[in-house]
């Protein structure tokens, strides 16, 4: 292994390693993301590799357990490459098959094959799949390419050119002048101009600076930034040398959830590499600009995510947040000047400087620049992570990527920006999305979660699940935050339990306007979103909660009633096994009752009835 | 207290009183929980007080002061997951064990925990035992997964 010992021995490096490969290779990927992992990518992994030794194969085909391939609705998936093979849903049983078809015999095994939700067309090549067709890749580019655990598969797809290329020819002032052009704003959930950000720390006054990479995705729903620490970590890591070559930092730290375990060791992992290389460490490739980084791990609190709360943690403090200004790049880590940004954010840098601010800018919408990666879950068809260009309307991203609702249901809402987002409902399917169109209609961008509900989700317990979690998550330090999420959850503990009155709603809207002006931290401020846009959007359903004391959607436990149909139960005695509380009583293969009076309405005999004997209403 | 094994922990840091949450997930990580004598130690090598660490120590979800389980459930309750049946994943496991989330079952088998989001959304509902993922699990496969891990 190498050290690179100056600029032109990387470029060299990389120039051998591409000639020494063959791009005709046969490679088979299998996903090891986030979706295919508890899928079972690990079993599929393991048994191509026993069958390639068993046909003799290892030498002819590459294994690579890769980052997330996207569409995780069909895990676990598999690229076989060069030819961009697609296959779905691939268990162990399947790989002898692959092997032996397409590997040896450069057949398509027609039952793996993706076949699309509405007209059942089977389509091989990804390329041609609508799933990808509509996507433009910049940070999910590699992912399914690499190994990330390699740093030559990095280096072959043109990694640390970025770097390479500062280092060679450009000023840290020319490095924020194309940030700053490129228009990329921070994919955390602000939006912040990242160049004007750079801008203001490098102007700080002060030698000792640092930079920082937010990896804390506490948004529930989220998963990109996952994804890419866990598929691409190189990425992260070039983007963070950039920036700390602009803004004259000479260390970085990665604070990473502690709930993402495999993001942690790849981080680590690729740090060590480039380390190793002299990718990072002092006087990197001889040009006299030294950087070294360090993993912060997370230790389980939402609240983190925040800057400045995320600064006091890697301090080694409680997360507590504090009121801005001063601004990190003016006063951060040690009350120095810190640039923080997202994980996409890093990971967008190194592409804007290898193909330059214009092919960047020329992405997107006027005020929202580039990409924006989503994940792309619930009630559609074909759940997964969606890369697509600013501006993209959520009917292209829900129906044409999506593949449509599940089961042919109808569209109810979509839920984006996380526990500081809101609900959208149909009649804004048309809206380009940017970070400007959702704030106009109550909702944010945030990190990128899209959650799509149908008819089967209730908008009052969705508003009341986001106010539980912040509720948990509040660090308690200022008193509009702490008191109004309780407040607040109270009120609608209240509806839900039937009791709920008209006034309820006016005096929510009341506490959400009192918690948006007076809280200390995003958190608190956003908090009222979920509330006030399905409030604004589905006041129907509020106003049923309360008037006729009934969920529509059937999940208000509360206002549930089951019962067990005495013509369909066929006394198998599941639900009296599943029930925790031995409300159901009967006979073997009679029918059973049901005690209204023990029953606590957990719904498991709904769950559990093979026969669809237990009723809900 | 088993003194070389917290030494083992502390050389790997400088004594900064900024190690202090690696070095309590260090512990937490393979104590199970962070026990009180360790921590006086510490208070004293990182020169910090104690009363700061058990702030931090309650804080942070990660962190137990009483012992937990030979294996952590984490069942999902993020928004995907609380769409698609989480909170009932997490009541049939509840049941089972027959223990509430956060607390351990009486033979220290198993502890009961839930998650905001484990970042499979994909999959939901989503459950982890340890390191490992477990993916649409619906409440009937329950009791087969922890057959998996009793003994
Ligand atoms: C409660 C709360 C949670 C947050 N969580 C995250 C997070 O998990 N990841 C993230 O990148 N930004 C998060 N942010 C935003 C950060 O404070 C910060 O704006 C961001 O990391 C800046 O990076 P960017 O400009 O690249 O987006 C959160 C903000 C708040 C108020």
Redesign the interface.
């Known amino acids: 292994m190498p050290k690179f010992e100056s600029l032109d021995h990387l470029r060299e490096y990389r120039r051998q390693l591409l000639a020494r490969r063959d791009p005709q290779q046969l490679q088979v990927l299998v996903c090891a993301g986030?979706?295919c992992?508890?899928?079972g990518s690990e079993e599929v992994a393991a048994a191509f590799k026993e069958e390639l030794q068993a046909k003799g194969l290892e030498g002819k085909v590459l294994l690579k357990e890769s980052g997330c391939q996207g569409l995780?609705?069909r895990?676990v998936r598999v690229i076989l490459r060069p030819r961009e093979i697609c296959y779905q849903q691939v268990t162990p049983e399947d790989v002898p098959e692959i092997v032996e078809a397409t590997l040896m015999n450069g057949q398509v095994v027609d039952r793996l094959i993706y076949e699309a939700p509405l007209t059942g067309s089977k389509i091989a090549h990804k390329s041609e799949i609508p799933f990808y067709r509509g996507q433009q890749p910049i940070v999910l580019r590699k992912l399914d390419v690499i190994d990330p655990e390699s740093l030559d598969d990095y280096l072959a797809m043109g990694g640390y050119r970025g770097l390479r290329k500062i280092l060679t020819e450009m000023t840290p002032e020319a490095v924020i002048d194309a940030v700053e052009r490129s228009g990329l704003r921070g994919r955390g959930g602000g939006g912040f101009p990242t160049g004007r950000k750079w801008r203001v720390c490098h102007e700080a006054e002060g030698e000792v600076k640092f930079i920082i990479c937010n990896g804390d995705?506490?948004?529930?729903?989220?998963?990109m930034d996952?994804a890419v620490m866990e598929g691409d970590p190189h990425a992260v890591i070039e983007g963070m040398l950039i920036g700390a070559y602009a803004i004259g930092a000479r260390k970085g730290y990665i604070y990473v959830r502690?709930?993402?375990?495999l993001a942690v060791k790849r981080l680590q992992l690729a740090i060590g590499q480039a380390r190793q290389f002299g990718l990072l460490g002092s006087n990197i490739m001889r040009s006299g600009f030294g950087f070294d980084l360090k993993i912060?791990?997370?230790?389980?609190?939402?609240v983190c995510g925040e800057e400045t709360a995320l600064i006091h943690?890697?301090?080694?403090?409680?997360?507590e947040p504090s009121p801005r200004p001063p601004y990190p790049a003016q006063a951060g880590l040690w009350g120095l000047p810190t640039v923080i940004n997202n994980v996409e954010t890093w990971a967008n840098v190194p592409e804007i400087i290898n193909l330059g601010p214009e092919w960047f800018a020329a992405i997107g919408t006027e005020n929202s620049k580039g990409t924006k990666v989503f994940?792309l879950?619930?009630?559609v068809n074909q759940?997964?992570l969606v890369e697509v260009p600013m501006g993209t309307t959520l009917r292209q991203i829900i129906f044409e990527l999506g593949g449509g609702i599940r089961q042919d249901h109808e569209f109810k809402a979509v839920?984006t920006g996380?526990p500081s987002g809101g609900c959208i409902p149909k009649e804004f399917l048309d809206l380009p999305v940017d970070y400007d169109s959702l704030q106009s209609v109550g909702s944010i961008m945030g990190s990128g979660?899209m959650?799509v509900?149908d008819h089967?989700?209730c908008m009052v317990d969705?508003a009341r699940?986001?106010l539980s979690?912040l509720f948990e998550?509040s660090?308690g330090k200022c008193t509009p935050c702490r008191e109004g999420l309780r407040q607040m959850l109270f009120l609608l503990d209240e509806i839900i339990h039937g009791r709920g009155e008209e006034a309820h709603l006016a005096l929510m809207e009341e506490l959400c306007a009192a918690m948006a002006d007076a809280s200390l931290c995003g958190l608190g401020q956003s908090a009222a979103n979920p509330v006030l846009s399905t409030l604004k959007y589905f006041r129907q359903e509020y106003e049923t909660h309360i008037r006729d004391k009934k969920c529509p959607a059937l999940v208000c436990r509360p206002l549930l009633k089951y019962s067990i149909d005495p013509e369909t139960c066929t006394g198998c005695l599941a639900c009296v096994r599943?029930c925790?509380v031995g409300a159901i009583t009967g006979l073997k293969k009679q029918p059973q009752e049901l005690d209204q009076e023990l029953c606590i309405k957990?719904?498991?005999c709904f769950?559990?009835c093979q026969f669809e004997a237990v009723k809900v209403e | 207290m088993d003194q070389e094994r917290l030494d083992t922990i502390l050389s790997r840091y400088e004594g900064?009183?900024?190690?202090?949450?690696?070095v309590?997930?260090d512990i937490q990580d393979q104590y199970s929980y962070l026990p009180k004598d360790e921590l006086k130690v510490v208070a004293q090598k990182l020169n910090?007080p104690l009363t700061?660490i058990f702030?931090?120590a309650t804080?942070?979800?990660?962190?137990s002061l009483i012992p937990k389980g030979r294996h952590q459930i984490?069942v999902c309750?993020?928004?995907?997951?609380?769409?698609?049946?989480g909170p009932?994943l997490m009541?049939?496991f509840s049941?089972r064990l027959g223990v509430e989330p956060g607390y351990t079952t009486k033979d220290m088998q198993f502890s009961l925990e839930t998650?905001?989001?484990?970042?499979?959304?994909?999959?939901?509902p989503?459950a982890m035992i340890d390191?490992k993922?477990?993916?649409?699990l619906?409440?009937?496969k329950v009791p087969k997964i922890l057959k998996l891990y009793k003994n």
């Open positions: 986030p979706g992992l508890p899928m995780c609705a895990a995705e506490g948004d529930p729903g989220a998963f996952r502690h709930e993402y375990p912060a791990r997370g230790a389980g609190a939402f943690s890697i301090e080694g403090f409680i997360g994940s879950v619930g009630a759940t997964g839920q996380g979660g959650i509900m089967t989700s969705v699940y986001f979690f998550e660090c599943e925790p957990c719904g498991l769950e559990s | 900064d009183a900024a190690d202090l949450i690696p309590l997930q910090v700061r702030s931090v804080f942070y979800k990660m962190f984490r309750l993020g928004t995907t997951c609380h769409l698609r049946g009932r009541e049939s049941h998650v905001g989001c484990l970042g499979s959304c994909a999959q939901a989503v390191d993922y477990f993916g649409r619906a409440t009937d």
